[in-house]
């Protein structure tokens, strides 16, 4: 089983920048494909990026491409989601999400595991 920590989540003006941490435990780490999901008030979850087992395969969702990048680090068991250039529609709970597989997913359905969640807040 394993279990999903995110951190890193605030309050921070239009322009601006965070960096998610997702703390994989339970698992072996280096044999899942990890995703970061979002969902915004009133929204369904949707597909932020993901990051194949080694870190070489990574998709972003149209909406986030050239500001946001995922990454991993297999020794510390960790996902990251730097997130540049924030907009107000960035606005939402961002969510960790693992995958029982090597293979990446775009889907909710695809991710047996998934993180409590962070809030993310972009004022303008």
């Known amino acids: 089983q394993v279990q999903l920590v995110e951190s890193g989540g605030g309050l921070v003006q239009a322009g601006g920048s965070l960096r998610l941490s997702c703390a994989a435990s339970g698992g072996t780490f280096s044999r899942n494909a990890m995703g970061w999901f979002r969902q915004a008030p009133g929204k369904e979850r949707e597909f932020v990026a993901h990051?194949?087992?080694?870190?070489?395969?990574?998709t972003y969702a149209d909406s986030v491409k050239g500001r946001f990048t995922i990454s991993r680090d297999n020794a510390k068991n960790t996902v990251y989601l730097r997130m540049n250039s924030l907009k107000p529609e960035d606005t939402a709970v961002y969510y960790c999400?693992?995958?029982?597989?090597?293979?990446?997913?775009?889907?909710?359905?695809?991710?047996?595991?998934w993180g409590q969640g962070t809030q993310v807040t972009v004022s303008s």
């Open positions: 999400a693992a995958r029982n597989t090597i293979v990446t997913a775009t889907t909710v359905d695809r991710y047996e595991y």
């Open positions: 990051i194949d087992w080694s870190g070489g395969i990574t």
